[in-house]
């Protein structure tokens, strides 16, 4: 079955440092993978995506992720993080059956001044 | 705005009420979604409608109804509801079908919704 986990429910970080934030996948065929960020009140906001080519994708606000086919990962990160980045991070992977989306539970990163 | 907007933002309802809420998208979108989403767990897909076809997911129960009477507007129908399905409820939009639909949701601001 195709699966999105994110291990970690929050990733606390000081101001200035950089940041991670995991998530590993499991699907049958190529993945296409999703990263979504939600401010407070507020909607998803689409972040970044891979569909193929480079392993580095580049996103908004600085972010980026890192694809790793071998350890089937794709991990969110951002070499210095902002009080502003302080929001919920969810990733998700494309269902092959059926093309909708498959969503990780979420992880909360806090950013401490 | 994000091009997607929900009304109303908080819901505060009785266990015998009726209420609907409301997605509206003005960006050429051809597909639309339901998802509910409840604290430290994955997004819920519920209901899908596109050009194609609609989706459901079996699991929702039929105290949810969904209506899409064109493409730019979505309803969720509540009834009977009960107090766990109190969550923040989001509408969203994406362009394409098949492969294409997965390239980037566009997301409201949701319904936040309390049963009592």
């Known amino acids: 079955a195709q699966s999105v986990a994110q291990p970690e429910d929050q990733v606390n970080v000081a101001e200035g440092n950089p940041l991670t934030v995991k998530c590993t996948y499991s699907?049958?065929?190529?993945?296409?993978l999703f990263w979504y960020v939600q401010y407070p009140n507020r909607g998803l906001q689409f972040l970044l995506k891979?569909?193929?080519?480079d392993n580095l994708v580049k996103g908004s606000y600085g972010f980026e992720a890192e694809f790793n086919k071998s350890q089937t990962s794709f991990h969110l990160k951002k070499p210095s993080a902002l009080v502003s980045d302080s929001a919920l991070y969810f990733c998700?992977?494309?269902?092959?059956?059926?093309?909708?989306?498959?969503w990780g539970a979420g992880t909360k990163l806090i950013i401490k001044p | 705005e994000t091009g997607v907007t929900q009304t109303p933002r908080h819901l505060v309802m009785g266990m015998t009420n009726k209420k609907s809420l409301k997605c509206e998208q003005h960006?050429?979108?051809?597909?639309m979604y339901w998802y509910k989403q409840s604290a430290k767990k994955p997004l819920e897909l519920m209901f899908v409608?596109?050009?194609?076809?609609?989706?459901e997911n079996n699991s929702v129960p039929s105290r949810f109804s969904p209506e899409c009477p064109n493409s730019s507007h979505l309803f969720l129908h509540l009834h009977t509801l009960q107090p766990e399905d109190s969550a923040l409820y989001l509408c969203?939009?994406?362009?394409?079908?098949?492969?294409?639909?997965?390239?980037?949701?566009?997301f409201g601001s949701g319904t936040r919704l309390t049963v009592v």
């Open positions: 699907v049958s065929g190529n993945p296409y």
């Open positions: 409608y596109s050009l194609e076809e609609r989706v």
């Open positions: 891979y569909i193929t080519g």
């Open positions: 960006l050429g979108h051809n597909a």
């Open positions: 969203a939009s994406s362009q394409g079908s098949g492969t294409g639909r997965s390239y980037g949701y566009t």
């Open positions: 998700a992977v494309r269902d092959d059956s059926n093309y909708q989306l498959i």
